[in-house]
């Protein structure tokens, strides 16, 4: 609940300094606008400067919009424009500038290019994506006014109903780090600072800020660490967030080990941690675990990096070195990202440029689980097609909460509706690109026909009557909330089977924020997992059906066949008595998704790393050499008649002597090859993915020994093995 904290008097006083002292100061009196100095230097100079009433401003934050403030924000921290230093202006950014639906404190209607979700890009197995994507979302976010992108989320798949999911990237830390890494640098690029999120653990929404994740540290390093460690070393973001959770006891925001130990000393993070907004319970232990911000503080029970830290710096109960740490983290991640040499300039969207980028990556990104008989790719001198279901005929799912952008050009369709105990009614927001409209518009001579799928007779009887009938499966996620099972909702598994019996030639898309369970699998021609697809979802969607795109796209995240398959086949945390921290066991540990799968000898519906395409690929002549590392060579063919994209994945399996852990992914390309082209593909494995963690040594062991190596088109799809013999060795954590 927002309420009147000290923060924003000494926000408002801060800002009238700042009004009536800019401009009066030349350059020469600011030295750190010398750009030639370090980012350290320059801060260290402001510094100086600050009186410690503008150094508290700097350490917390609100969603309250400032009075006079133009731009709506997510979140603004004070500047301090005496100085130069300017208001931070953070916006929610994982999946284009964000605004929350039917909040109309925060810019109502503000659009913004509308990505497919995180799930998507990460299936497009394409960094360069990623980084366009982040440079894309960065470059409207400054045109906007922002400086601040709360963007980066790369908390694991450990659940398929986990409600976020969908803004993260799949279930292994390799994928997900690598492809959160490219979307951060394209952001810091342009110049705004870019989170990386939430730190760390947060992974499950059902009352998240009451979770007590339980966890053994090797099994976190190797896997939800891991994910965040190569984020940052790819991205290098200014901050990190960390999240709602507790971690063995402890909530993450102060969190010493989480903080101070691997944040700051393991991995020489230099930039700010800042809250999540609602997540800080204390000033002093969060002020010594390492937090640097307080964020949206009005979301807090108080503004703990309020009036208790003035009071706890004047009284000297936390130093004001500490104070001082703090704004140095925060002013050298604002001179590292250029906000304060490059500022936000106003001005309109490249709409057309933005909008191919979002396509691009859904085209990329729909993965073709199932093609019976090449059923797929349709021909455009098809007569009749029944379009059915999913609001096709206007639109395009796309997931809900903080991450939600509001399409440029309006939603096609919102879908109001209350849960019971929520104050605020949500709303399912489709992006307008038509489905329909798109595969019309590849099938001009055919009759192309829309039913709502409501009536699943006039359904199926539309089914029978056409050559092909293509159902739109939605279900909707949300932040705050898992989903309650694997089942497509609202009878949608009924309708598909219903089409499916009239007409075999039945392609189902499906627009889900996770996997689903498919009762159905067997009875259908072609199965697409489209995500959610995006502002140009539609016609990526018919371009792929229609094949002027060969679909390229692999499973970030395990489809499994149902949720007794899963570590937890009941979500925890859905029923607590209230306000009770409940703990979680995450006895998984290390071995998240395919790992987990692998473990316990179970076979999924669709494996990680899975995805067809119209054309065929072939592995040949691996070889593998050993020694401080594992480098791999092999020959990727096309084999088929179509040129195509392909994701030769390398899985390494652990010595004998290590115990038989699951195999880690260690290594992939993305390959785009004509018909009868080959190419020779080279990958050396990071060593941490062949290590495990270990606490005495505190580092990274690699076990002597004989590692399996293999390729394959999926995790449960390997073709060629080889051995690379690797030497005893220990690395820094
Ligand atoms: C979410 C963050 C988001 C923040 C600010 C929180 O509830 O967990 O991802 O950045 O709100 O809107």
Same mark, same amino acid.
């Given at each position: 609940?927002?309420?009147? $904290?000290?923060?924003?008097?000494?926000?408002?006083?801060?800002?009238?300094?700042?009004?009536?002292?800019?401009?009066?100061?030349?350059?020469?009196?600011?030295?750190?606008?010398?750009?030639?100095?370090?980012?350290?230097?320059?801060?260290?100079?402001?510094?100086?400067?600050?009186?410690?009433?503008?150094?508290?401003?700097?350490?917390?934050?609100?969603?309250?919009?400032?009075?006079?403030?133009?731009?709506?924000?997510?979140?603004?921290?004070?500047?301090?424009?005496?100085?130069?230093?300017?208001?931070?202006?953070?916006?929610?950014?994982?999946?284009?500038?964000?605004?929350?639906?039917?909040?109309?404190?925060?810019?109502?209607?503000?659009?913004?290019?509308?990505?497919?979700?995180?799930?998507?890009?990460?299936?497009?197995?394409?960094?360069?994506?990623?980084?366009?994507?982040?440079?894309? &979302?960065?470059?409207?976010?400054?045109?906007?006014?922002?400086?601040?992108?709360?963007?980066?989320?790369?908390?694991?798949?450990?659940?398929?109903?986990?409600?976020?999911?969908?803004?993260?990237?799949?279930?292994?830390?390799?994928?997900?780090?690598?492809?959160?890494?490219?979307?951060?640098?394209?952001?810091?690029?342009?110049?705004?600072?870019?989170?990386?999120?939430?730190?760390?653990?947060?992974?499950?929404?059902?009352?998240?800020?009451?979770?007590?994740?339980?966890?053994?540290?090797?099994?976190?390093?190797?896997?939800?660490?891991?994910? #965040?460690?190569?984020?940052?070393?790819?991205?290098?973001?200014?901050?990190?967030?960390? $999240?709602?959770?507790?971690?063995?006891?402890?909530?993450?925001?102060?969190?010493?080990?989480?903080?101070?130990?691997?944040?700051?000393?393991?991995?020489?993070?230099?930039?700010?941690?800042?809250?999540?907004?609602?997540?800080?319970?204390?000033?002093?232990?969060?002020?010594?675990?390492?937090?640097?911000?307080?964020?949206?503080?009005?979301?807090?029970?108080?503004?703990?990096?309020?009036?208790?830290?003035?009071?706890?710096?004047?009284?000297?109960?936390?130093?004001?070195?500490?104070?001082?740490?703090?704004?140095?983290?925060?002013?050298?991640?604002?001179?590292?990202?250029?906000?304060?040499?490059?500022?936000?300039?106003?001005?309109?969207?490249?709409?057309?440029?933005?909008?191919?980028?979002?396509?691009?990556?859904?085209?990329?990104?729909?993965?073709?689980?199932?093609?019976?008989?090449?059923?797929?790719?349709?021909? $455009?001198?098809?007569?009749?097609?029944?379009?059915?279901?999913?609001?096709?005929?206007?639109?395009?799912?796309?997931?809900?909460?903080?991450?939600?952008?509001?399409?440029?050009?309006?939603?096609?369709?919102?879908?109001?509706?209350?849960?019971?105990?929520?104050?605020?009614?949500?709303?399912?927001?489709?992006?307008?690109?038509?489905?329909?409209?798109? &595969?019309?518009?590849?099938?001009?001579?055919?009759?192309?026909?829309?039913?709502?799928?409501?009536?699943?007779?006039?359904?199926?009887?539309?089914?029978?009557?056409?050559?092909?009938?293509?159902?739109?499966?939605?279900?909707?996620?949300?932040?705050?909330?898992?989903?309650?099972?694997? $089942?497509?909702?609202?009878?949608?598994?009924?309708?598909?089977?219903?089409?499916?019996?009239?007409?075999?030639?039945?392609?189902?898309?499906?627009?889900?924020?996770?996997?689903?369970?498919?009762?159905?699998?067997?009875?259908?021609?072609?199965?697409?997992?489209?995500?959610?697809?995006?502002?140009?979802?539609?016609?990526?969607?018919?371009?792929?059906?229609?094949?002027?795109?060969?679909? =390229?796209?692999?499973?970030?995240?395990?489809?499994?066949?149902?949720?007794?398959?899963?570590?937890?086949?009941?979500?925890?945390?859905?029923?607590?008595?209230?306000?009770?921290? #409940?703990?979680?066991?995450?006895?998984?540990?290390?071995? &998240?998704?395919?790992?987990? #799968?692998?473990?316990?000898?179970?076979?999924?519906?669709?494996?990680?790393? #899975?995805?067809?395409?119209?054309?065929?690929?072939?592995? =040949?002549?691996?070889?593998?050499?050993?020694?401080?590392?594992?480098?791999? =060579?092999?020959?990727?063919?096309? =084999?088929?008649?179509?040129?195509?994209?392909?994701?030769?994945?390398?899985?390494?399996?652990?010595?004998?002597?290590?115990?038989?852990?699951?195999?880690?992914?260690?290594?992939?390309?993305?390959?785009?090859?004509?018909?009868?082209?080959?190419?020779?593909?080279?990958?050396?494995?990071?060593?941490?993915?062949?290590?495990?963690?270990?606490?005495?040594?505190?580092?990274?062991?690699?076990?002597?020994?004989?590692?399996?190596?293999?390729?394959?088109?999926?995790?449960?799809?390997?073709?060629?093995?080889?051995?690379?013999?690797?030497?005893?060795?220990?690395?820094?954590?």
């Amino acid at each position: 609940m927002p309420h009147n $904290s000290p923060l924003i008097t000494i926000t408002a006083l801060s800002l009238m300094a700042a009004h009536v002292c800019a401009g009066t100061a030349a350059a020469d009196d600011r030295p750190w606008t010398n750009r030639a100095l370090s980012p350290d230097t320059r801060a260290d100079l402001v510094l100086n400067e600050m009186t410690t009433e503008e150094k508290l401003g700097l350490v917390v934050g609100t969603s309250q919009r400032p009075a006079g403030e133009a731009i709506g924000a997510a979140g603004y921290v004070a500047g301090v424009a005496r100085l130069g230093i300017p208001m931070l202006r953070e916006a929610n950014a994982e999946l284009g500038v964000a605004v929350p639906p039917l909040d109309d404190t925060v810019r109502p209607e503000d659009e913004a290019t509308a990505l497919p979700s995180g799930l998507a890009t990460a299936a497009t197995w394409n960094p360069a994506i990623a980084h366009a994507n982040g440079a894309m &979302i960065a470059e409207e976010a400054r045109r906007k006014g922002f400086n601040v992108l709360l963007a980066g989320a790369v908390n694991l798949a450990r659940d398929p109903r986990t409600g976020r999911n969908f803004e993260y990237a799949g279930e292994d830390p390799l994928l997900a780090g690598t492809m959160a890494g490219a979307a951060i640098r394209g952001i810091e690029e342009k110049h705004v600072v870019s989170t990386v999120k939430h730190f760390a653990l947060n992974d499950q929404e059902n009352n998240r800020t009451l979770l007590d994740a339980r966890i053994d540290m090797p099994a976190l390093r190797e896997s939800d660490l891991l994910a #965040f460690e190569l984020a940052i070393e790819g991205g290098q973001p200014g901050a990190v967030m960390c $999240s709602y959770n507790l971690l063995a006891g402890i909530y993450a925001c102060q969190n010493p080990t989480l903080l101070n130990n691997i944040l700051r000393q393991d991995w020489r993070f230099r930039g700010w941690v800042m809250s999540d907004w609602g997540a800080v319970h204390s000033t002093s232990e969060a002020a010594r675990a390492g937090l640097d911000q307080e964020s949206g503080a009005d979301w807090d029970s108080r503004a703990w990096f309020g009036e208790p830290l003035a009071i706890a710096v004047a009284e000297g109960t936390i130093p004001a070195t500490r104070l001082n740490a703090m704004v140095h983290r925060i002013l050298r991640s604002m001179f590292a990202s250029g906000v304060i040499d490059d500022p936000p300039a106003p001005g309109p969207l490249d709409a057309d440029a933005d909008a191919q980028v979002a396509q691009h990556a859904e085209e990329e990104g729909i993965v073709l689980l199932r093609n019976e008989s090449d059923l797929l790719p349709l021909s $455009s001198d098809l007569r009749r097609i029944a379009v059915i279901g999913g609001h096709a005929d206007v639109g395009v799912l796309s997931g809900g909460g903080s991450s939600q952008v509001i399409p440029l050009g309006d939603p096609a369709l919102r879908v109001r509706f209350k849960a019971p105990g929520d104050t605020i009614p949500y709303a399912m927001v489709f992006d307008p690109s038509s489905p329909l409209k798109a &595969i019309q518009a590849k099938a001009p001579l055919a009759q192309v026909t829309f039913a709502d799928g409501e009536d699943v007779d006039r359904a199926a009887i539309a089914a029978k009557e056409a050559d092909v009938a293509i159902v739109f499966a939605t279900s909707w996620e949300i932040e705050g909330h898992d989903a309650e099972s694997l $089942s497509l909702p609202r009878d949608q598994d009924k309708l598909i089977a219903a089409v499916a019996a009239a007409n075999r030639r039945t392609i189902v898309v499906l627009e889900t924020g996770n996997p689903v369970a498919m009762p159905w699998n067997s009875e259908v021609g072609a199965i697409l997992a489209a995500w959610y697809p995006g502002q140009r979802g539609g016609e990526a969607i018919a371009n792929v059906l229609f094949g002027t795109v060969n679909p =390229s796209g692999r499973l970030p995240i395990t489809f499994p066949a149902s949720t007794a398959q899963l570590p937890r086949p009941e979500l925890p945390g859905r029923f607590i008595p209230w306000n009770t921290t #409940f703990a979680v066991d995450y006895r998984e540990g290390g071995a &998240i998704g395919y790992k987990w #799968f692998e473990q316990q000898h179970a076979t999924p519906l669709y494996p990680f790393g #899975f995805g067809l395409s119209y054309t065929r690929f072939s592995y =040949s002549d691996l070889r593998v050499s050993g020694g401080k590392a594992v480098t791999v =060579s092999f020959t990727v063919t096309n =084999s088929g008649e179509r040129p195509g994209a392909d994701v030769p994945q390398i899985y390494v399996g652990a010595p004998q002597a290590d115990g038989g852990r699951a195999r880690r992914l260690v290594g992939w390309s993305k390959i785009a090859l004509a018909p009868g082209e080959s190419q020779r593909v080279r990958i050396t494995a990071d060593p941490r993915l062949l290590a495990h963690f270990d606490e005495t040594e505190h580092g990274w062991r690699i076990v002597a020994g004989d590692y399996p190596v293999e390729l394959g088109a999926s995790s449960s799809d390997l073709r060629l093995a080889a051995t690379a013999r690797l030497e005893e060795r220990t690395l820094p954590p």
